[in-house]
């Protein structure tokens, strides 16, 4: 999981006080969220701040957790910065003497009383992960807990067998249990149930939506300011990778058919944006050099993204998920935060133009000269137009966020854009948010096929790119056609056509331009995707 953090301490950390009662000894608080964890957490895979200055760190809350062998505690951090805002973290916390250690990923070593041993992440101990598992299976509602497990309604009472982390620690920590189930730890944590735990929950047990992993269970706190959501426990998909690997690999076979067929370019018949394809509209010439397999793979993509969405907006009870209309409020808060992302992203470029060249320094340049026609884009949105309804939607809609399992697809991760606030994850939005997100990442997938092998296909980039372009619209008509019948026949309210265009037009230029910030931040060079995508969107 990680590298050994051992070397970090020259001496042991040495307390009068014993490891039950730590917490409730300010000299430990103090040196633990000083001296101890301040070295630890900005070395995590899951902390967020590594891009600001950490100034302190506060133990805000804590509570303790008892197996038959151990005591945990679970404590609750607030990391503040020196650009004055703060994140909150949760800390599983064990103490292991020498003889108990069986792990290397250790926060520091210290002796507690006259014990001597070392402070390690819980999750790294087995029985603290079994006690989890337990407490979810066997829980019962018992009131004034703080700390609530819930079993889901879809899961058998069962015995823990086994657990082991799942692939590299993201922003969260993710367990399998007994090869069948995970479960995610969420690191970072806010004062508001957590809406993947919040959509998970009703997807399975309100909708019965069988393409999403079922829902198993979940650790709460219960806080008189909210609830703050620990854990989501779901069932584990078999499956043969993300969509995203998928795809590249697909793509990479179409650009390779273009050496191997001798197709020409500049024959390939093009078609405008957004023009709907059923399958036996598509030209002859675009299925031989495509292949018809991608094609229905993509209605398949977008059958589920449509069934997920009728599931999402078709609850008349539970207000959450209720469907609303556009407003004057929505609005004002739409611009605001379009207006805030694009001066920022504006601000970006003008630093960056010293590392872009070529093609991207050429579409920068245009997109400056430019900026005042996408900005009035943003700014001229009208709600009195709008005909359709706002619902829950997933939020951060991708080809990474969708497992492949033969055939058929299984959406994930409904914790929404990593850039936003809890609370503006859970805005109602219009569906066509989550299908610009993964037209996005379709042009995504056809620019880092080109970038990543531009060895290996005998033609100049920008050929390429051309040749990119026409597969990009016809990926996107294909999927329009599918998702937009499908939507409507399962009474998804999503406008029609010319609303629809404006809508997928808006958040594909909205996509774009929060892409332009993190790839000018990050990787430079592919700052032409994003550039690209908001010149195609905009006709400039």
């Not at 998928?246 to 050496?259: A, H, I, S, W, Y």
């Not at 996107?476 to 404006?502: C, M, P, R, W």
Request: net charge negative; glycine share 6%; with cysteine.
């Amino acid at each position: 999981m990680d590298s050994t953090n051992q070397d970090t301490f020259a001496s042991t950390f040495e307390f009068k006080t014993e490891w039950k009662t730590c917490f409730e000894e300010e000299d430990f608080i103090k040196v633990f969220s000083s001296d101890i964890l301040e070295n630890y957490i900005i070395n995590k895979r899951w902390y967020g701040g590594k891009a600001s200055t950490l100034k302190y760190i506060d133990v805000v809350d804590y509570f303790k957790m008892t197996s038959k062998k151990n005591t945990y505690y679970g404590v609750l951090l607030e990391v503040n910065f020196k650009e004055a805002f703060y994140q909150h973290y949760f800390m599983p916390l064990a103490f292991m003497s020498k003889e108990e250690l069986d792990t290397s990923t250790i926060i520091a070593p210290v002796k507690m009383g006259n014990q001597e041993g070392f402070l390690v992440d819980a999750l790294h101990q087995e029985d603290f992960r079994k006690m989890l598992f337990d407490n979810i299976i066997k829980s019962k509602e018992t009131k004034g807990n703080k700390l609530i497990f819930h079993k889901g309604s879809t899961i058998e009472n069962q015995e823990y067998e086994s657990s082991r982390f799942m692939g590299l620690e993201q922003s969260n920590t993710s367990i399998i249990y007994n090869d069948t189930y995970v479960l995610k730890i969420f690191r970072r944590i806010y004062v508001s149930t957590n809406p993947d735990y919040e959509i998970s929950r009703f997807l399975t047990e309100r909708m019965h939506f069988p393409n999403s992993p079922a829902y198993t269970g979940s650790i709460n706190l219960a806080l008189s300011e909210g609830n703050i959501t620990l854990g989501l426990m779901q069932e584990l998909v078999p499956n043969q990778g993300d969509a995203w690997k998928f795809m590249l690999e697909q793509t990479d076979g179409v650009f390779d058919n273009l050496k191997r067929k001798k197709i020409k370019i500049d024959k390939l018949p093009d078609i405008v944006m957004f023009k709907r394809l059923k399958i036996n509209e598509i030209p002859p010439e675009i299925i031989d050099w495509v292949g018809l397999g991608l094609f229905l793979r993509i209605q398949t993509l977008a059958l589920r993204t449509a069934e997920m969405h009728i599931a999402l907006g078709s609850d008349i009870h539970e207000t959450a998920f209720t469907p609303t209309t556009y407003n004057g409020d929505y609005t004002v808060w739409l611009k605001n935060r379009m207006l805030y992302q694009f001066q920022n992203r504006l601000n970006i470029i003008e630093n960056s133009l010293h590392k872009l060249d070529g093609l991207a320094l050429e579409l920068a340049h245009q997109f400056m000269e430019n900026k005042k026609i996408v900005r009035k884009h943003f700014v001229d949105f009208d709600w009195t137009k709008m005909k359709s309804e706002r619902i829950r939607i997933h939020g951060d809609y991708h080809l990474g966020q969708v497992l492949v399992n033969g055939d058929d697809f299984y959406i994930l991760d409904f914790e929404g854009e990593p850039e936003s606030t809890i609370r503006d994850r859970k805005v109602k939005q219009p569906p066509l948010k989550d299908v610009a997100g993964m037209f996005r990442s379709f042009h995504y997938a056809i620019y880092a096929t080109i970038f990543n092998n531009k060895e290996k296909y005998p033609f100049e980039q920008e050929e390429l790119f051309k040749a990119g372009e026409i597969l990009y619209k016809y990926f996107v008509g294909v999927f329009l056609e599918t998702y937009i019948e499908k939507a409507q026949s399962g009474n998804l309210n999503i406008g029609y056509n010319h609303e629809i265009d404006f809508l997928l037009k808006y958040c594909l230029l909205e996509k774009a331009v929060y892409e332009l910030g993190y790839e000018l931040n990050s990787r430079p060079r592919w700052a032409v995707i994003p550039l690209r995508g908001i010149q195609s969107i905009m006709n400039y």
